[in-house]
Each structure stands twice: as C-alpha cells, then as structure tokens.
C-alpha cells in the first residue's frame, strides 16, 4: 500500500505565525471565517499561488456555495491539530493502533503529514480573512482518520480501511477522501460490505488514481471500486501530469496534481505534487455541490462534476483513460443545469458483488416447481461380504452347478458311445463257426 503523492515538495513559508495565531484562537474558541470572495491580489502570496482557484471555478463557484453544511472524511495518516487552517476539523479517530484517539496525531514515518496536506487542499480556512492557504470548500467540516500505511500498525491495512469506511458514514461523512493506491486492480473481500456501506448511506467516495512517478502504471484499487470518483492528475497546463498521475478506464475526472500547496501538521506549508492533491480538489468540489444542493443524492453530486467536467483538447472520445470525462469545472458543477439520474453513472458495487462474488454471497435460487413423486425402489438385499475368489450362492446355483451337470452328463453319453463302438468291433473280429 502506498500514499498516492508527496515526491518533490518543497517548504515554501514556515507555519511560526500561523501556529501562534491558531493558539489565540483555540483559546477564544473562534473560527477564521475564510475570504472566498477575496481575489489573489488582495490575498498573501500563499493564496496567490492557488492557481486552481481560478483556473478550475472555485473562486467563481464560492458565489453560489463554500461548503457550508457538509463533512468530509480523510482516510489518511491524520490531520494536524494547532493550525488555524485545520479549524474545521469536528472529529476523528485512529485505526493504526499508533496515532493519537482523536486522529489528529500524523502517523507514519514516510510522510505522516501526507494527511494534512490532503485536508489542506479539501477544506483549509486560511489563517485570516486574507491571509493563508484555504481549501476548496473552506467552510466545510472535516474528519480525521488515521490509518498507517506501513508494517509497523498492528491492524491489517485492509482492515484499517474497512473500519474506517463504517467510521466515516457513523460520523456523519458526506464524502469521503482516500488519497492512497493499494497498485493492485483487486481489493479485500471486506471492503466489499465497506464501501457498499458508504454507497448504501449515500456517501460520495472519492479517490486517486495513484502516480507513475511512485511505481503506479495503471491504476490500483480503491480506485478501481465501481462507484468511486476516480481522479487523475494534470499539469498547471492542464496537460496529464507524467510522473504526478497514472492512466485507467475507471478515472472519471481530472484536477491539478503538480505545485500544490499543503499545510503541515505543525502548520508548515509546502509545495507537493500527487493524484493524492488531486482527489482532496474534486472532495471540495462535491462538497460544493452538496452545499449548493442539499437534497440531492450522492449519485447527482457524482453525474454533475463528471457531466460538466470540460474536455480535454485533442481528446475525441470520453471517458478518457488520461482525464476522464474531462477536467473538473467547480462553477459548472454548481450552477450549470443537469438532468437528475437513478443510478451511480461510474458502475454498481451492489452489481459488481452479485456477478464476481456469486458463489460466496448469492443463495441457490429456490425451485419454482414442486419435484415430480417418484415410487421407491425395492429395498436391496443385503449379504456379507466375501472373498472374491469364492464363489457366490447365485453363481454356484445359476452357474456352477449346472454347468457341472452338464459336463457329467456329456461324459457318461461319451463313456456310453466309446464302449458299445469298442463291442461292435470286438463282434467284428470274432472267428465264424
């Protein structure tokens, strides 16, 4: 199992003030409400360098919906607990058996701050109106669950998720964020029930698509989970990222992977590159959506961020393996008009259980007409068993003993016939008188 991003960050501001100010805060048990509608040039240079703000419609989609009202989950090593941008966070917990139980102590030792950053990007409410990075959908509410990723958790990885999932959905989750690959297509048997759960709760389950750049080629499960919104990563071209992102028929969107921003656990921001940034993007865009539209079920808030996702260039056929359906339009998302579906528009867990697991989890259909009566048979005699070399009493019957019979009666008719030939001879050679 491996985290879904994190190479070549880079520290770009210390989080001293930050930590400080978050203190202050705690203390008078306030909340830095965010800024949406503050533009770069009225911001610090830290939100200044959040281009996807604007190149995606976030800024713009902030006119209609900031999140407010909804909770999003990250399954991840843990978010940081101090800085004032993790002030969203409302609960958590740890399912390594290493972290702290609120979930906010990072586990792991390769990049245990790999959960705050993906928090970052999902929710972040900046460190002032003005200043400090912010999230996608600032005004939304976070979990924080910490899973360990490496062997020295003393709970199965594929049991952490499982437990995870069943957590976030008690916990009240609207969404939930896994920014991690397993870089296998097949998942454990009891993320089956898991994720149905999430589905069955009508929880939008966002993921991954996992990064060439660590060992990923195609994309691993969750990612590969019918139901999830896969997401792939591109350039701030908007280009597939090379080393950021991977390629798979389950990628359903695409959001900015390379020079991204990512507030640490000790209020640190740096800059990272991964599809694990990617999918805490597109979490803050469904939550923008289920802010905007609060009735609407998990499977609209799916169908809208893929159906007004914008084409890539050169690309003639969608869903693409690269991008999806396209890169993700928060705006569009929120304000465009899209007719409602009855069903998850990226595949049926419940469908994909019923065919591949049939002979674990479908009982024998039962018979819908009654079976024909048949007479019983006779009941067979039943004889000791014997030597095969001896013969039987039928055989001696039926068999032997006539036959016997037989073979004397031919011997005596012989014996018969030689002896009256051998007096007719003698007769023959009698002297006359």
Do not use: C
Not at 5 to 23: D, K, M, S
Not at 154 to 165: C, N, W
Not at 378 to 403: C, I, M, N
């Amino acid at each position: 199992m491996s985290v879904s991003g994190g190479a070549g960050r880079r520290v770009i501001r210390t989080g001293i003030a930050a930590v400080a100010l978050a203190g202050v805060l705690a203390l008078a048990g306030f909340t830095v409400p965010p800024s949406p509608s503050s533009s770069p040039s009225d911001a610090d240079p830290l939100r200044a360098a959040e281009y996807w703000l604007d190149d995606y419609g976030i800024r713009d989609a902030w006119k209609t919906s900031t999140g407010r009202g909804v909770r999003i989950a990250v399954i991840d090593t843990g978010i940081g607990k101090g800085p004032a941008e993790f002030s969203g966070v409302v609960g958590g917990t740890d399912l390594s058996g290493l972290g702290s139980p609120d979930g906010r102590t990072p586990v792991g030792a390769r990049d245990p701050d790999h959960g705050s950053w993906v928090a970052s990007l999902a929710a972040s409410r900046g460190t002032s109106p003005v200043t400090g990075m912010l999230g996608v959908a600032p005004e939304a509410e976070l979990l924080s669950i910490s899973v360990g990723f490496g062997v020295s958790a003393s709970v199965p990885f594929t049991e952490q998720i499982a437990q995870a999932m069943y957590w976030a959905v008690d916990n009240g989750a609207d969404i939930i964020n896994l920014s991690f690959t397993t870089n296998t297509p097949d998942w454990d048997r009891t993320w089956d029930d898991a994720f149905m759960y999430a589905f069955e709760h009508d929880v939008v389950v966002v993921a991954a698509a996992g990064n060439r750049g660590s060992g990923t080629a195609l994309v691993g499960a969750p990612a590969t989970i019918p139901g999830v919104l896969v997401v792939g990563g591109v350039d701030p071209q908007g280009r597939a990222s090379l080393d950021a992102s991977t390629q798979g028929i389950t990628i359903a969107v695409a959001a900015p992977s390379e020079n991204l921003l990512g507030v640490s656990a000790d209020g640190t921001v740096v800059e990272w590159d991964g599809t694990s940034g990617a999918a805490p993007i597109v979490a803050g865009v469904a939550a923008l959506v289920r802010s905007a539209y609060p009735d609407m079920d998990a499977d609209d808030v799916i169908n809208r961020i893929i159906r007004t996702a914008i084409p890539p260039g050169g690309v003639s056929e969608l869903p693409d393996p690269l991008y999806g359906y396209g890169l993700v339009d928060a705006e569009a998302a929120v304000t465009a008009s899209v007719p409602a579906v009855n069903e998850n528009p990226l595949g049926s867990l419940a469908d994909w259980i019923t065919i591949y697991r049939r002979a674990d989890l479908v009982p024998d259909p039962e018979p819908t007409v009654p079976p024909a009566a048949v007479e019983p048979l006779p009941p067979v005699e039943q004889q000791a068993a014997g030597s095969p070399l001896l013969p039987s009493t039928d055989s001696l019957l039926y068999g032997t003993l006539p036959l016997a019979a037989v073979t004397v009666a031919a011997i005596l008719v012989a014996l018969g016939v030689t002896a009256a030939v051998r007096r007719v001879r003698l007769a023959s050679r009698a002297p006359r008188r």
